[in-house]
T-cell receptor, first 113, second 115 residues
Framework: EAQVTQNPRYLITVTGKKLTVTCSQNMNHEYMSWYRQDPGLGLRQIYY???????DKGDVPEGYKVSRKEKRNFPLILESPSPNQTSLYFC????????????FGPGTRLTVL | AQKITQTQPGMFVQEKEAVTLDCTYDTSDQSYGLFWYKQPSSGEMIFLIY??????QNATEGRYSLNFQKARKSANLVISASQLGDSAMYFC????????????FGAGTRLAVHP
């Protein structure tokens, strides 16, 4: 089954404790993105990747890092989480520019105390 | 700047009636795509329908149709014969040609279907 998986689905942590949210897709897609969703703001892109070792900032990259060492994986790293990073996070993938469908992961609900 | 505006924070509709969720967009690109997603209370994002800027006909997918008015820059979602399971958050989004497939989302509209 074609899918994007994220782990963990729920996480409560404390300020400053490094964490990683994993994202994996089994569709051999080139493009992957991370979004965060906040009430009244919809989803905003954090980082994206066009292929292995090619990443770039989205609209709200501050406080986040990503890496793309393998095509299928695109982890989101919070080196020193802060309460304003409490949010619902989505990973997404798609095969290329000429596509009309973006595949979203199930979401990770993060709370930073 | 590219922007999606959803002016209805919340809507309600009676079961079996049709409902229109509004979406206006702003872009200077000639080539772009418009999407609608549904987010139920469980949180996942479910793709509903897509309209390309060069598509001459309005997109339809089952009970969902997209009322695309290019000159007015609007892309309203019409849900016909509403069902209780349609109660959810609905997001309009836009992808521009130069955006590496970044989706720009509106703030969303929460739809409640009443029996």
């Amino acid at each position: 089954e074609a899918q994007v998986t994220q782990n963990p689905r729920y996480l409560i942590t404390v300020t400053g404790k490094k964490l990683t949210v994993t994202c994996s897709q089994n569709m051999n897609h080139e493009y992957m993105s991370w979004y965060r969703q906040d009430p009244g703001l919809g989803l905003r892109q954090i980082y994206y990747s066009m292929n292995v070792e090619v990443t770039d900032k989205g609209d709200v990259p501050e406080g986040y890092k990503v890496s793309r060492k393998e095509k299928r994986n695109f982890p989101l790293i919070l080196e020193s989480p802060s309460p304003n990073q409490t949010s619902l996070y989505f990973c997404a993938s798609l095969p290329g520019l000429a596509t009309d469908t973006q595949y979203f992961g199930p979401g990770t609900r993060l709370t930073v105390l | 700047a590219q922007k999606i505006t959803q002016t209805q924070p919340g809507m309600f509709v009676q079961e079996k009636e049709a409902v229109t969720l509004d979406c206006t967009y702003d872009t200077s690109d000639q080539s772009y795509g418009l999407f609608w997603y549904k987010q139920p209370s469980s949180g996942e994002m479910i793709f509903l329908i897509y309209q390309g800027s060069y598509d001459e006909q309005n997109a339809t997918e089952g009970r969902y149709s997209l009322n695309f008015q290019k000159a007015r820059k609007s892309a309203n979602l019409v849900i016909s014969a509403s069902q209780l399971g349609d109660s959810a958050m609905y997001f309009c989004a836009m992808r521009s040609s130069g955006g590496y497939n970044k989706l720009i989302f509106g703030a969303g509209t929460r739809l409640a279907v009443h029996p």
